[in-house]
């Protein structure tokens, strides 16, 4: 039984935005369930669709919330530059999204394109863009129409924050972009499956001795299933979107409603 599985689970993968954190406060029980499970010699990693910081600037936040034990903290921006080259070669990008997700395209080797010279763009890349504009919106759609192929780090729709409100999600952008231009986008985080399959390689855990715990059943369920962990969705009591969420929880091996909770059943509490 799934259950008692977790309490021999050798690795955790966390979620960080509505899992972890809400904008930039610790859920409740959260840094306690993260200490003990370090303490009882867990490997702990964290992955976040995050498009706006890199798994460095994370790894700052969590040690200044007093997450002392984060060590492995992955985003899509650690790998965008990499998966751009890959599939592409090296590339003449449009950047929709923020200056951190251009600042990394760029030290990858890519060239940056200006929104006004979009009909030169080989690629676009489009994240949540706090700067959106119509004109962005517009350069982006017609490049990406024109044939440069579309990638973002995630497809989330919302990005929840501070007080159970949210903002829109990279994937509300994206989806902006991609009807207009009538493309799919190439998705690079969750729930694809480099990020998780990094995040084990770096604990040294295998994906059949490590469970992921997150808040979203397409990215964070499906995506760790695909590459055979265990599956762990947090949905705490009085969200707003909660019982949308319960409605397919059976996706996951296991529901919890709180950080006790979790802490009870990997025996660590
Ligand atoms: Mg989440």
Redesign the pocket.
């Known amino acids: 039984m799934p259950a008692r599985l977790l309490s021999t689970v050798r690795g955790f993968v966390f ?5 972890v954190w809400n904008g930039s406060v610790l859920n409740p029980g959260a840094s306690e369930l993260l200490a003990a499970l370090h303490r009882g010699g867990r490997a702990l990693g964290f992955i976040s ?1 995050n498009s706006r910081a890199t798994g460095d600037d994370l790894r700052e936040l969590l040690h200044r919330l007093g997450v002392g034990a984060a060590r492995h903290v992955l985003t899509p921006l650690e790998i965008i530059g990499e998966v751009i080259r890959q599939r592409f070669g090296t590339a003449r990008v449009l950047v929709v999204g923020a200056p951190e997700m251009a600042a990394v395209i760029a030290r990858a080797g890519h060239e940056l394109v200006d929104v006004k010279d979009y009909r030169a763009a080989t690629v676009v890349a489009v994240g949540n863009d706090f700067d959106l504009s119509y004109e962005r919106l517009t350069a982006a759609a017609r490049a990406v129409a024109g044939g440069a192929p579309l990638v973002t780090p995630n497809v ?1 729709p919302r990005l ?1 924050i501070e007080g159970g409100e949210f903002l829109p999600g990279c994937g509300a952008i994206v989806e902006a972009v991609a009807v207009a231009a009538g493309v799919r986008p190439i998705v690079v985080g969750k729930p694809e499956p480099p990020l998780f399959r990094m995040a084990l390689e770096r604990m040294a855990v295998p994906p059949a001795a490590a469970a992921m715990v ?3 059943i397409p ?2 369920i499906r995506g760790a299933k695909a590459v055979g962990m265990l599956t762990v969705l947090y949905a705490p009591e009085g969200r707003t979107d909660a019982p949308a969420r319960r409605a397919d929880a059976g996706e996951a091996d296991l529901v919890v409603g709180s950080f006790a909770e979790l802490s009870s059943l990997a025996g660590v509490s």
């Open positions: 979620d960080l935005d509505g899992c669709n989330d929840p997150g808040d979203s990215s964070d």
